[in-house]
């Protein structure tokens, strides 16, 4: 199936509102758990000076659980919807959370020069977020500009299916009881996602030959290495 890009940005409230009161614990845990057992491998500990961005990171609940996770490292949520943002900040101002914060960017604006973004990141994560991008190397190319020196990228989306068919299986089996907006979402999402063998090309073009895709699941693959 070829692919179909869809916006970008999450800007309609009621798009917005559907996504940020959907249940994706089960996915959210494994980022977090991922990126921990990452760092345990390459023996990275983090410390109070370390960044970690979570580049577009919609309404925070990734961002959450990362500052959770490491109360003493700064963590900044990056995503170019107000409305998102909106989600995020009202979750926040009710949480016990003191070390995130949320930035509003256009991350392509970011990747062409245009927005300069003042903190370097120790590690970058991002979960459904690369889909989003028309032009896929405008994702990397920004976080190359984010990024510090050995900075340690964990990145999880989904993987486009091989038929229109296949979408549409995934979508009605996996949000059966989701509300209609979320499922439409869901579905333009993965028509809109790439495969494993073409995020290796993006990999290589964009000379980030030190990040590795792994195909996870049916549904996920993960990006993660350092640079
Ligand atoms: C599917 S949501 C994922 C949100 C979050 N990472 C999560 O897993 O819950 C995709 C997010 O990417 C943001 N986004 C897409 N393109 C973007 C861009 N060019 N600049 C900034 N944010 C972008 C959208 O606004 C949206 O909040």
């Given at each position: 199936?070829?692919?179909?890009?869809?916006?970008?940005?999450?800007?309609?409230?009621?798009?917005?509102k559907?996504?940020?009161?959907?249940?994706?614990?089960?996915?959210?845990?494994?980022?977090?758990?991922?990126?921990?057992?990452?760092?345990?491998?390459?023996?990275?500990?983090?410390?109070?000076?370390?960044?970690?961005?979570?580049?577009?990171?919609?309404?925070?609940?990734?961002?959450?659980?990362?500052?959770?996770?490491?109360?003493?490292?700064?963590?900044?949520?990056?995503?170019?919807?107000?409305?998102?943002?909106?989600?995020?900040?009202?979750k926040?101002?009710?949480?016990?959370?003191k070390?995130?914060?949320?930035?509003?960017?256009?991350?392509?604006?970011?990747?062409?020069?245009?927005?300069?973004?003042?903190l370097?990141?120790?590690?970058?994560?991002?979960?459904?977020?690369?889909?989003?991008?028309?032009?896929?190397?405008?994702?990397?190319?920004?976080?190359?500009?984010?990024?510090?020196?050995?900075?340690?990228?964990?990145?999880?989306?989904?993987?486009?299916?091989?038929?229109?068919?296949?979408?549409?299986?995934?979508?009605?089996?996996?949000l059966?009881?989701?509300?209609?907006?979320?499922?439409?979402?869901?579905?333009?999402?993965?028509?809109?996602s790439?495969?494993?063998?073409?995020?290796?090309?993006?990999?290589?073009?964009?000379?980030?030959?030190?990040?590795?895709?792994?195909?996870?699941?049916?549904?996920?693959?993960?990006?993660?290495?350092?640079?």
């Open positions: 199936m070829n692919r179909t890009p869809e916006p970008e940005l999450m800007e309609s409230p009621s798009q917005v559907a996504y940020a009161g959907a249940d994706f614990s089960k996915s959210d845990s494994m980022v977090v758990e991922g990126l921990e057992k990452y760092l345990k491998k390459v023996g990275k500990t983090l410390h109070k000076d370390h960044v970690i961005l979570d580049v577009a990171c919609g309404p925070g609940n990734i961002s959450e659980r990362i500052a959770t996770n490491w109360p003493f490292v700064k963590v900044v949520g990056i995503d170019g919807s107000k409305e998102m943002l909106k989600q995020a900040e009202k926040l101002c009710k949480s016990f959370i070390n995130l914060t949320y930035e509003l960017i256009e991350i392509n604006s970011i990747a062409t020069g245009e927005k300069h973004f003042p370097k990141a120790d590690v970058l994560v991002s979960n459904s977020a690369l889909h989003h991008f028309h032009d896929p190397y405008r994702f990397w190319d920004a976080l190359k500009k984010i990024g510090n020196k050995k900075c340690i990228h964990f990145h999880r989306d989904l993987i486009r299916p091989t038929s229109i068919e296949k979408a549409f299986e995934l979508k009605e089996k996996l059966a009881t989701s509300p209609e907006i979320l499922k439409n979402d869901f579905y333009a999402s993965l028509k809109a790439f495969t494993v063998d073409e995020v290796n090309h993006q990999l290589v073009n964009s000379g980030l030959f030190q990040l590795e895709v792994f195909q996870v699941d049916e549904l996920y693959f993960e990006i993660i290495g350092y640079i």
